[in-house]
């Protein structure tokens, strides 16, 4: 199946090269072109998009606008938002993801790291897990400030989930890959994916990136380490 990705970002030459190597790829098709995030919301739509590579700062409306535009509309649930960033960790990235994303990607990457993205992204599989998104993880995630107040769709969330949903949805948020999840507690692989997927079902998570979310929104005592 042909993944559809929408190319967003205000430099035409950085475009026409993440472009040509996206069509390449024999699973990949550039179905549309932005230079602003609101051109970007409108292409997610008309063309069908898959997935969205969204810069951040574009005119117009900037990346994180619209993002939430994406991802607020019923209409494109099924679009996935990868963020590129000018510098493995920006400021913005956390706020992104808050925003909805699924994931990000430096502009530095190489081509097989770009690929490899714009296909896990667009599985909702997981949160791109290098270790720039440990250290955004660590900076963002792990910081001293409290985390926000939950609310009451974030309570019954979290009351939902078994102790052992708990304690995987935590290690997910510490960027921990199902594989190394599985040598810390002993388990299958296979079963932690499939914890990891049943909690995001009960908290309304789309893919790990938003599991992620969810549990600092949570203060689970993953981020407390």
């Known amino acids: ?48 998009a898959d997935l969205v590579l ?19 509309d019923e209409d494109l649930a099924g679009v996935r938002v990868l963020i590129l960033t000018t510098f493995e960790i920006d400021e913005y990235v956390f706020e992104a993801l808050r925003a909805g994303a699924s994931g990000f990607l430096g502009k530095t990457a190489d081509a097989e790291e770009l690929l490899a993205a714009v296909r896990t992204v667009s599985r909702g ?24 107040p939950m609310d009451e769709a974030a309570r019954r969330g979290l009351e939902s989930l078994t ?14 890959s199902n594989d190394e999840i599985a040598t810390r507690l ?23 990136a938003q599991l992620v979310v969810f549990a600092h929104r949570c203060g689970l005592s993953a981020f407390e380490s």
Do not use: C, W, Y
């Not at 002993?186 to 790990?208: E, I």
């Open 163 to 176: 102790e052992r949903e708990r304690e995987i949805t935590a290690l997910v948020a510490t960027g921990l």
């Open 1 to 48: 199946m042909t993944i559809r990705v929408v190319i967003a970002d205000d430099q035409p030459l950085v475009r026409t090269g993440f472009k040509a190597l996206i069509q390449a790829a024999p699973d990949l098709e550039v179905v549309g072109e932005a230079g602003d995030g609101r051109e970007a919301v409108r292409l997610a739509r008309s063309a069908r």
């Open 186 to 208: 002993v388990l299958s692989p296979a079963t932690v994916k499939t914890h990891a997927n049943r909690a995001m079902l009960k908290v309304g998570a789309h893919d790990r």
């Open 54 to 72: 969204m810069d951040i700062r574009m005119p117009v409306l900037d990346g994180l606008a619209a993002t939430r535009l994406i991802t607020g």
């Open 125 to 148: 599989d997981a949160l791109l897990s290098p270790v720039a998104t440990r250290t955004l993880i660590s900076r963002f995630l792990a910081a001293p400030e409290a985390p926000r």
